[in-house]
Each structure stands twice: as C-alpha cells, then as structure tokens.
C-alpha cells in the first residue's frame, strides 16, 4: 500500500498512522487561544512588525489559528495582493487542512498542515509562504467558487494551479455502522469538499438504504469521485459495487482510496461519462452530481437501470 506521498513525505493517511494523526489535531495543556477582531484592519490589531513565524508558537508547535492566518495576509499585504486595510475575514485565502477529521476544525495548527487557495497568488507569494510560515505546506491558485474537475462529458478539465509545496489532502469520516472512511485526494485535481459535507451524503445514502428495502446486490455510484460513497456501500454490504466518473485524474485516487479502506474485491471501475456507460440491471444507483447541474438525463437513465434510485 502507497503511504509515502510524490512530495516524499507521510501525507497519506491510512488506519496504521489514523488515530496518531487525529491525536495530532489536539492542542497541548499550554496551548494558548488568541482571537483577533476579524473585520477590522490587521494593522489595527496586531503589531506586524513583531508577527513572525515563532509569534506565540507554543512548546508544541502549534499556533492558533487567528496568528496563523494574520502571518499569512501580513505576507499578502506586503507583496500588494491585498491592500493595508485587509482584515482577516474579507481579505484571507482560503484555508484548507491537510487532515480533517469528521467535523473537528483544530483551532490550533500544526506545521505543514495548512493548503491555501486564492485567486491573486502569484509564484513570489507562494514562495513566501511556504518559506516564512511554517504551518502551510501547499500553495494553490484558483477561486473557491471554481469547481475542480471535470463537470460533465462536454466540458474541459479545469484544475487549480499548484504554485508550490504539497497539497494532498485526507478526509476522514465517521460512519452509523461504526466504521471510519478515509479519502486521500490531491486538493488542486479535486472538488473542494470537506469531511462534515461528505458525512451529511453519507448519512442521506445509509438512512434511504435502511428506509427503503433495497435488495444489497449490485450497487452503482456513477459519479464515485474520489470513493467515499461507494466505499460506504460496499462496507455496508453490497455485494458488489460499481465505481464510475468521467473525470481521469480522479480514478487514480479512486483504487488508492479503495486499497487504503479494505475495499478490493467484487468491484467494477469505469472512467466514462454516465451517460455512455454500459451496464447491465442494478439494485442501486446513487448520483452525486456536483452543485447546479442538470441530471435530468442522468437521473432518467439511472432509473431504467436500478431498481433504486438516490440523489444525494
């Protein structure tokens, strides 16, 4: 199993380095909180002269989240990306961890363990960053409301652009039969979603199963993604599943997701557009589209296939 990422460190996460990594999340005895007023000028608030990257760094390592981000808009403010009014709630970029866990959001942040992501970054920034801040490990440009990937069979393949560093990602997700889903995913190839929204699918998917007598045969998630629902199904007990999308890069992270979760036999893996896939009769289909996008068609065919039929 592939535990060593391209950037040559431990940012895959599997069940061997789980429950080391969520202990990580917590702060230590001397971990102090610091909350700045968000909407008014950073200047006004904290002195940049002295916002560095050991300010108020704890025996830990960790900073508070606020000091974390003000070090990072002071950089932003400094290379002109923002003007010197910014404050951190209209000015920051958006701050991505490499590792959630369910809907635990670390209030203090570990080094290398923060992916930003802005439209206005530039590769000077970026190198900054990375350099002078020491809890960022990957740097992306892109706007959050852009959607990573591909949307469907007649539209381009649009990615947000690495400036530098790493930006593997681990979403962890607490389950009803008591078992954790781990996703790993590169954040620039993929849509921007995090463990909470993925638990929310996972929970629609589990109590329209369980409300519903659904014969636990075949199974299709035909817009798997990076796995998490059809992982879900197959551990639920399906006895087989079917894995499709129509976006390339994801596939990959597909067989690492369904390798790192135990799930290897009886499985079908396709990289078509729903629409053109071949398939034969199923007990489920479960359509996951991204936010906007019109199934009619998708939805329409998936129920002269299955028996059942879920939007999540």
């Given amino acids: ?34 909350q700045i007023k968000k909407f008014s000028p950073l200047k006004d608030v904290i002195d940049l002269d002295k916002l560095d990257s050991n300010y108020m760094k704890c025996v830990c390592d960790k900073r508070p989240i606020d000091i974390t981000m003000s070090h990072i808009l002071k950089i932003m403010i400094e290379e002109n990306i923002v003007n010197t009014k910014a404050s951190l709630r209209r000015n920051s970029p958006v701050p991505l961890s490499e590792f959630y866990y369910s809907n635990i959001n670390p209030q203090f942040i570990n080094e290398n363990s923060l992916i930003l992501l802005h439209p206005d970054f530039t590769d000077k920034v970026a190198d900054r960053l990375i350099e002078e801040v020491n809890e960022v490990k990957g740097v992306l440009k892109g706007s959050p409301r852009d959607v990573s990937g591909k949307l469907n069979k007649d539209s381009e393949i649009k990615n947000f652009e690495l400036l530098t560093g790493c930006d593997m990602q681990t979403n962890v997700m607490r389950t009803l ?102 398939v034969e009769h199923v007990d489920l289909c479960v359509i996951d589209a991204f936010p906007g996008e019109n199934i009619e068609k998708i939805k329409n065919k998936a129920e002269k296939i299955a028996d059942n039929v879920v939007i999540i």
Avoid: W
């Avoid at 199993?1 to 969520?22: Q, R, V, Y």
């Fill in 177 to 278: 039969i008591k078992e954790k889903i781990i996703i790993n995913k590169q954040q620039s190839k993929h849509h921007i979603e995090v463990a909470p929204t993925t638990e929310n699918k996972l929970l629609k998917l589990h109590n329209y199963i369980k409300n519903n007598d659904i014969e636990k045969g075949v199974a299709l998630d035909c817009m798997c993604g990076s796995g998490a629902l059809g992982i879900y199904l197959k551990k639920l007990g399906f006895n087989k599943v079917i894995f499709n999308d129509i976006y390339g890069e994801v596939i990959d992270s597909l067989k690492e997701n369904l390798e790192v979760n135990g799930v290897g036999k009886n499985i079908e893996i396709y990289n078509e557009a729903f629409e053109d896939l071949d």
């Fill in 1 to 34: 199993m592939k535990t060593i990422c391209e950037c040559g460190k431990n940012c895959i996460t599997t069940f061997d380095s789980l429950d080391e990594k969520i202990k990580n999340l917590e702060p230590c005895n001397k971990c102090r909180d610091v």
